[in-house]
T-cell receptor
């Protein structure tokens, strides 16, 4: 079955450390996205990529970095510059046919906690 | 400023009744609007997409309306069941590309 796999499910980070969240999809989707979800604030877009080797900043990109070297993979690095990284991180993918007819497919999320 | 507003208070209804959730937006002119379901600790699941030229869309017990004059979408679940209890998110395509901007969601609780 096709889908998106995020790992790990839970991640603990010490202050000052960089951590990388994994996102892999086998849906053959061109576009991939990273969102952050905090209680009462909904989903906020961090970065997105519409094609391999290209990505754009979302609304809250500061303190994060991404890469898109393969179509299937879109890892997110939370750097030490991110002041409040504790959150639920969601990766999604979608077709990118320019018609916007399809919904996103989301992974099951990674809950990051700074200790 | 641009806003997508959903009722932050939980909606509690009895099993078998119709649940109606509201999504209002300002300063957007979306061509599409989507609804998602999210269960605790899980990623959202896509339910329905409605285009600006469609007044209504149905899928099984779900119905979505889209009024671009009122800048509002209504999401209905008929014959609701306890298994429908979840948070429901509306989302708009905003800006270029396929970027979705999400509302904060409304929690629905269906009681026996």
């Amino acid at each position: 079955d096709g889908g998106i796999t995020q790992s790990p499910k839970y991640l603990f980070r010490k202050e000052g450390q960089n951590v990388t969240l994994s996102c892999e999809q086998n849906l053959n989707h061109d576009a991939m996205y990273w969102y952050r979800q905090d209680p009462g604030q909904g989903l906020r877009l961090i970065y997105y990529s519409q094609i391999v080797n290209d990505f754009q900043k979302g609304d809250i990109a500061e303190g994060y970095s991404v890469s898109r070297e393969k179509k299937e993979s879109f890892p997110l690095t939370v750097t030490s510059a991110q002041k409040n990284p504790t959150a639920f991180y969601l990766c999604a993918s979608s077709r990118n046919d320019g018609k916007s007819n399809y919904g996103y497919t989301f992974g099951s999320g990674t809950r990051l906690t700074v200790v | 400023s641009q806003k997508i507003e959903q009722n932050s208070e939980a909606l509690n209804i009895q099993e078998g009744k119709t649940a109606t959730l509201t999504c209002n937006y300002t300063n957007y002119s979306p061509a599409y609007l989507q609804w998602y379901r999210q269960d605790p600790g899980r990623g959202p699941v896509f339910l329905l997409l409605i285009r600006e030229n469609e007044k209504e869309k149905r899928k099984e017990r779900l119905k979505v309306t889209f009024d671009t004059t009122l800048k509002q979408s209504l999401f209905h679940i008929t014959a609701s069941q306890p298994a429908d209890s979840a948070t429901y998110l509306c989302a708009l395509f905003t800006g270029g590309g396929n970027k979705l901007t999400f509302g904060t969601g409304t929690q629905l609780k269906v009681e026996l």
